[in-house]
């Protein structure tokens, strides 16, 4: 059973930055690709940004692109997400997942098997 943690959440002006980070274990985690996800109050959970396995493509939201950097770590089981240029409507709870295998980027959260617990991200002056 894999577990996934995320952590690094926050409260950050408009214009900040934040980084965050979801350490796995309990799996091979090189083999999963792994993608960031967020809901806004009262809005359905959205895609915002994946990578595949090794790190070598990834894929965002239009919402983010330019902003955001997703990557990860497989010596560390890691994948982080780089949010830069913060704006007040990013404010979420932001989940990371993992599929169960898989050559390349899925967007879909039906595509995903395990998911952390979420991360507060607010943005607000």
């Known amino acids: 059973q894999v577990q996934l943690v995320e952590s690094g959440g926050g409260l950050v002006q408009p214009g900040g930055s934040l980084r965050l980070s979801c350490a796995a274990s309990g799996g091979t985690f090189s083999n999963y690709p792994m993608s960031w996800f967020r809901q806004a109050p009262g809005k359905e959970r959205e895609f915002v940004a994946g990578?595949?396995?090794?790190?070598?493509?990834?894929y965002y939201g239009d919402s983010v692109k330019g902003r955001f950097t997703i990557s990860r770590d497989n010596a560390k089981n890691t994948v982080y997400l780089q949010m830069n240029s913060l704006k007040p409507e990013d404010t979420a709870v932001f989940y990371c997942?993992?599929?169960?295998?898989?050559?390349?980027?899925?967007?879909?959260?039906?595509?995903?098997?395990?998911w952390g617990q979420g991360t507060q991200v607010t943005v607000s002056s």
């Open positions: 997942a993992a599929k169960n295998g898989g050559r390349y980027i899925y967007t879909r959260i039906d595509d995903y098997v395990y």
């Open positions: 990578i595949n396995w090794s790190g070598a493509s990834t």
